[in-house]
């Protein structure tokens, strides 16, 4: 007798019919979902005209709204259904009877798993598809070929979802009840980011100096992929201003898409290999059982434990004990903390597996060794928190100091400017202790070093230094004495991509006016000559760099903002980025340039 | 047709199975008995599929079954705990089966219609009652055709009616289609009157394994009664399994034939001597009373 599905058909009719007919409301609502998000909003971007826009803004409008919102919203959808249709189509994994009558059926678990899969990606497949289709259709039926941008839109979706759903069935497989599914899911999805910030917490009470980034994530970089929230938005998509005037359409050229796109293929073949070795691991008593797959019962101990000791000891001592960092008595709580949570963390994590609170009995050698594990790591962590916080590079092994004071970014490769800025580095160690009392009493500003190594690499420290102590007072000298060169750097090799200058109308609406690049260094040069004839003041022009030493507030009316763009887009080198700047009807030279392009005279 | 050999199953450090050994012959019908938890259950998951033995082998036609989608689909398997999916009336489930299962007879379920008539084709399978539902399993299950039939506890939950009606849809198959049926169940006496084999089950190993006939003209029960006061521990000629006295007679439960027996309780000159054969129920407590398993005396 042969089975209707034979060993190596990985589709069956049946069974993809069942999952469809069963689960309609969830790819009903996923098609309600498409619907808005993509057609509907397209059409009102498209229709919804204000009064004397012409075709061709709408058309611009659109485009652009497919390239951003709709490739933006790809993320959340594609993380939400796929979740819920992994849920739907291997529901039958978290429930003894339903795991039995399936695996009682003449399938292997190869072929569950492949029909799982082409039901639950087919029930969102097929709607991008449709909506793809007509989407498309609306915007040629208003003469708009959106054609290019919606193929980034459907591959994107395509790829998103296949890369969430193999890792919510991968939850499915692992973790083998209906609850603890979902919530691992979850957790997976913010895992990274939720360490990275417990870390940088708990370092920031450990180690004088350290940074909010001290444990990051990837940017930019294939690895940022441990972050999907911050990877599946890390792309863009930008207008490329040759081609605006010539092709609306054409303009648009991706940054990171395709890294993004192969990234998560080459994850979403893993954890599919993984899936299917695990499934064929798994054993059908385990359905229901929180970890389903028994070599992985360790993995989860330690992992749950670790995690929810760092998570308590950092939500412990940041809100009881903020104000008493770096001292030994908060290194000597913290360890106790650590170990304390890391054992009853390993417990809890013991009493999930076993869905029971009598877990003592045969659990002493593993506990042994975790406690001990725990131990020995606390220790690491206070020794390295040590030498963290005295460590200093040689100054002859630095290329860069990045300097961010109170927000506001310096770099100095100059090797004067070097030797300075790590003198008073030293100094603020030497004084650490001062530095903490004095903290209580005087006003502060932040200050990050960021260190370019001869080797590429970077060391990154962070403190706050009160106003009222030296090295504050001697970095306010020479920030107020270099200002130009910091504010502007050379004119003449620095590269502006553009800049902004925000008008207010007499009707009092803004109107915004863009400057490219050579018209950018125009205007600076302007700007530096009325500074050093004294037309303007340094408070008043960039009241944002006068802040950095002393309070200061944006300018009233009477001036003109101007935004200053280093970098129109994401480069390595991204300093100077953005600085807001004022100047007023005394600033001639400027004045001078603008009235080339502006009528002032229409302007408040 | 079913084999299982050595077939070892451990969960958490318990053996639920410990080297089971079970042969049923092709057309017959094998009944499973059991104290709870003795591992029929389990072993009848391996036998299904759904387990994977740690140790040993389970062959059905001389096949793997684990994993093996041919295997699978002559089997037609009723659990205990029934599965149905949530809105499904017995048409849409038959439905489903029928998309896996290639001898599946649909004009045999619309035949059955008359002798499930109590089952209302519209209404959701899991809003009908445990009998109902278990009627609604075996209905499908044997419109599968299948060659073998695994049923556990298949009648617990029906009305006199139709356990009657179940047992005999179930032996027409076996005498027309020579299907294999291996079924569970604590109800004995049905049992006896269906099965051609018996195995028993205890602490994760068939203890005892033979056609029903061989197994009740091997045990004998004895009712003796012998003139004065007379010492039972003096009878050394045969194995007693259990003894009880009430009044005068003595009831002997004791391994033999009936003729065997009354030979030799006759060189004892019993005044009285009648011997009767033991039904499945009698066998099983005494077979397991060796077994730590003895039926107590209850003292409220």
Avoid at chain 1, 487 to 499: A, E, L, Q, V
Avoid at chain 1, 533 to 552: Q, V, W
């Amino acid at each position: 007798m042969q089975s209707k599905t034979s060993s190596s058909d990985f589709f069956n009719k049946t069974l993809f019919t069942k999952n469809r007919k069963r689960f309609w409301p969830l790819w009903v609502g996923y098609s309600f979902i498409l619907l808005w998000f993509l057609s509907a909003m397209t059409f009102l971007s498209l229709h919804l005209q204000f009064f004397g826009v012409d075709n061709e803004h709408m058309w611009h409008s659109t485009i652009d709204f497919i390239y951003n919102d709709a490739l933006e919203s790809c993320f959340p959808i594609a993380a939400i259904f796929s979740l819920f249709m992994a849920l739907a189509v291997f529901s039958y994994l978290g429930n003894e009877r339903s795991c039995y009558y399936y695996h009682s059926l003449p399938l292997t678990r190869n072929q569950l798993l492949s029909n799982g899969f082409i039901s639950g990606l087919g029930m969102m497949f097929i709607p991008n598809l449709v909506f793809y289709l007509f989407t498309n259709f609306i915007c040629w039926s208003d003469g708009l070929n959106a054609i290019k941008a919606l193929s980034f839109w459907l591959l994107l979706i395509t790829v998103e979802e296949l890369f969430f759903f193999s890792l919510a069935a991968l939850c499915m497989i692992v973790f083998g009840h209906n609850i603890a599914s979902p919530v691992m899911y979850v957790i997976l999805i913010f895992y990274s980011e939720l360490m990275a910030l417990l870390l940088n917490g708990l370092y920031q009470n450990l180690f004088y100096g350290s940074s909010d980034s001290l444990v990051t994530i990837p940017e930019n970089n294939p690895l940022g992929i441990i972050s999907p929230l911050r990877f599946f938005n890390s792309f863009n998509f930008y207008a490329d201003e040759k081609l605006v005037e010539a092709n609306v359409y054409e303009c648009y050229k991706p940054y990171g898409f395709w890294m993004v796109i192969i990234t998560s293929l080459v994850v979403t073949a893993i954890f599919i290999a993984a899936a299917v070795l695990l499934y064929n691991r798994r054993k059908s008593e385990h359905a229901g059982d929180v970890v389903a797959i028994d070599f992985l019962k360790p993995v989860f101990r330690w992992v749950f434990g670790i995690s929810f000791a760092i998570l308590f000891t950092t939500m412990i001592t940041e809100t009881l004990m903020s104000s008493i960092n770096y001292t030994t008595k908060i290194l000597i709580t913290t360890f106790v903390l650590l170990v304390i949570f890391g054992v009853i963390s390993f417990i809890a994590a013991e009493m999930i597996i076993r869905k029971s609170f009598r877990v003592f009995k045969g659990i002493g050698k593993r506990f042994w060794t975790y406690t001990a594990f725990i131990v020995a790591i606390s220790f690491g962590l206070l020794f390295a928190g040590d030498r963290v916080t005295k460590y200093v590079p040689d100054n002859s092994d630095v290329k860069e100091i990045r300097l961010n004071v109170s927000s506001y970014e310096f770099a100095f490769t100059d090797r004067n400017d070097i030797d300075m800025l790590m003198d008073c580095h030293r100094s603020i160690i030497e004084d650490k202790d001062d530095l903490v009392t004095m903290l209580n009493v005087s006003g502060a500003f932040r200050l990050n070093y960021e260190y370019v190594l001869e080797n590429g690499k970077t060391i990154e420290r962070n403190y706050f230094i009160p106003t009222e102590y030296k090295v504050a007072r001697n970095l306010s000298e020479f920030f107020v004495e270099n200002a130009v060169s910091l504010i502007f750097g050379d004119p003449d090799k620095t590269r502006y991509d553009s800049c902004e200058l925000c008008l207010m109308d007499k009707n009092q609406y803004y109107d915004y006016r863009e400057f490219y690049s050579d018209q950018t260094k125009e205007i600076v040069k302007a700007l530096i000559k009325d500074y050093e004839s004294g037309y303007i003041t340094l408070e008043e022009m960039a009241p944002d760099f006068a802040g950095i030493y002393r309070y200061s507030d944006y300018p009233g009316s009477g001036y003109y903002r101007l935004e200053l763009r280093r970098s129109a887009f994401y480069q390595k080198d991204y300093l100077y980025n953005l600085h807001v700047l004022f100047f007023n009807e005394k600033c001639i030279n400027t004045m001078e340039y603008l009235r080339k392009y502006v009528n002032f005279e229409d302007y408040l | 047709m079913i084999k299982a050999i050595d077939v070892k199953k451990q969960f958490d450090g318990f053996y639920a199975l410990d080297g089971v050994n079970l042969h049923v012959e092709p057309g017959s019908v094998y009944g499973l008995v059991g104290p709870n938890g003795a591992g029929k259950s389990t072993l009848i998951r391996h036998l299904t599929g759904i387990y994977k033995q740690d140790e040993g082998q389970i062959l059905i036609d001389g096949e793997p079954v684990y994993e093996n989608n041919k295997i699978k689909a002559e089997i037609a398997y009723i659990p205990d705990d029934l599965f149905r999916f949530g809105a499904d009336n017995i048409v849409d489930m038959m439905k489903f089966v029928k998309g896996f299962y290639p001898e599946f007879d649909t004009e045999r379920f619309e035949r059955l219609k008359g002798v499930f008539s109590i089952i209302d084709l519209k209404k959701p399978v899991r809003r009908m009652s445990k009998g109902m539902q278990k009627q609604a399993a075996f209905w499908l299950a044997i419109c599968c055709n299948p060659k073998v039939l695994i049923l556990d506890e298949p009648v617990d939950g029906l009305d006199p009616v139709m356990r009657r009606q179940v047992w005999s849809l179930m032996m027409q198959d076996v005498s027309e289609r020579g299907t294999t049926v291996l079924v569970s169940s604590h109800n004995l006496r049905e049992l006896e009157d269906v099965c051609d084999t018996v195995g028993i089950m205890n602490k994760g190993k068939v203890l005892l394994e033979r056609s029903l006939s061989s197994l009740q003209g091997n045990v004998t029960k004895l009712q003796v009664a012998f003139a004065g006061d007379f010492d039972i521990s003096t009878i050394n000629d045969f194995e007693i399994i259990n003894s009880s006295k009430i009044g005068s007679i003595y009831t002997l439960v004791v391994r033999g034939t009936q003729e065997e027996c009354r030979e030799k309780i006759a060189k004892y000159s019993p005044v009285l001597v009648d011997a009767l054969p033991l039904t499945l129920e009698e066998i099983f407590i005494y077979e397991l009373g060796g077994e730590d398993y003895a039926v107590k005396d209850i003292i409220l």
